[in-house]
């Protein structure tokens, strides 16, 4: 934690340097890149900084205590008494600004929810799932996006992937990733009979264009027409967008949207993310026997969390808690657990920042 934290330093004066340099500030595109990531980090930064000249100052007051002279002792004494009171406060404001991840404070972020097994019933799910985000974002003042999604003709989604936008978005969403299973009695269940499906959630962080700069050379863009609902103009005209980025072989396809336009903005920003993540991922597999990361690994696979219908019953498997509210948090209060998952990561936090006391 603490190197993360160093790093974090060292890429905010490097910053502060270009801010500086004549070249930088000649460009336009960049000096606006590289001031928004400035900003982004001037806060961690800045409470990093203070904290480490707080502990210096408590070694010298410490080694000034032992010593002979009774004035400088009382002194030091009296420093110590100030100090210590503000290291723990900086020590728990860092805490909470590391929880979460290196992406934690990102404002915008792309969720993508997929029926898994089930049939119907999982794609009814997912919709279920969509419409509690979407709720709940509301009710955090976030800015809810539809990038893509595929119907089902019963209602629900095989797919569907919406971009959130707000302060504290993707820090809560992250932990939604993960495989969510339902058990219930579906309304098409004659015999009243339980049914168990599942869907996918992969909330990833939204880069800015300084840290993933995807240029036009370095995918493939084929434009197609576009399926489905929509009517004459869907079908003649080529508003379809599909994107392959040569090096990872991500592939995103977008047609919601008449405008070929539009539909190509969407899918670089959903390509963006998907890339920023193959990397991000990557890093993070390198990394995971020396972390332990316990949530927010992003395995798409772990089933995180049940809904136990009958019951009125959520379970979040992660750290074992349950919650017989399931009406209120299907219906988007989902706050309740969403803080317990941000508090078990914060004490598993405090564990491995201890290093950064005196």
């Known amino acids: ?72 002792r009382e002194l030091a ?32 972020c792309v969720m993508e929810i997929r029926a898994g097994t089930g049939g119907d019933e999982a794609a009814l799910f997912a919709g279920d799932l969509f419409r ?3 709720k709940h974002a509301e009710d955090r003042g976030w800015k809810a996006e539809i990038l893509e999604s595929s119907l089902t003709e019963i209602g629900g989604f095989k797919e569907i992937v919406i971009g959130f936008e707000g302060e504290g978005v993707y820090r809560e969403l992250q932990y939604e990733s993960g495989g969510h299973r339902v058990q219930r009695v579906p309304e098409t269940e004659a015999k009243g009979r339980i049914h168990t499906s599942a869907a996918t959630v992969a909330v990833l962080p939204e880069p800015e264009d300084v840290e993933i700069n995807i240029k036009p050379e370095d995918y493939r863009k084929d434009l197609y027409c576009a399926s489905g609902p929509g009517g004459q103009h869907v079908n003649k005209t080529q508003s379809a967008v599909r994107l392959l980025h040569y090096e990872t072989g991500i592939v995103v396809e977008m047609q919601d949207e008449r405008s070929q336009h539009k ?3 969407k899918a670089l920003r959903v390509l963006k993310s998907r890339v920023y993540e193959h990397f991000r991922q990557k890093e993070h597999d390198k990394r995971a026997q020396e972390r ?8 798409r696979s772990q089933r995180i969390r049940t809904y136990n219908f009958p019951e009125n019953r959520l379970t979040d498997h992660r750290i074992g808690l349950t919650l017989y509210k399931l009406d209120q948090i299907i219906a988007g209060n989902l706050q309740a657990v969403t ?17 950064l006391e005196e």
């Open 77 to 108: 004494q009296d420093s110590l008494n100030d100090l210590r009171p503000e290291r723990e406060s900086l020590w728990n404001e860092l805490l909470d600004m590391t929880v979460g991840g290196e992406d934690a404070n990102r404002r915008r």
């Open 292 to 299: 332990k990361t316990l949530i927010g690994s992003g395995d």
């Open 263 to 265: 539909n190509f903005d």
């Open 339 to 355: 803080d317990a998952l941000i508090e078990y990561d914060r004490n598993q936090q405090r564990g491995l920042m201890g290093d």
């Open 132 to 134: 509690m985000y979407k």
């Open 1 to 72: 934690m603490r190197n993360q934290l160093e790093e974090k330093l060292a890429r905010f004066e490097e910053l502060e340097k270009q801010l500086a340099d004549p070249s930088v500030l000649g460009d336009s595109s960049r000096i606006a890149s590289v001031a928004r990531e400035h900003g982004s980090l001037a806060k961690l930064a800045g409470k990093f900084r203070r904290f480490k000249k707080v502990i210096e100052e408590i070694r010298e007051a410490t080694a000034m205590v032992s010593g002979d002279d009774l004035e400088l």
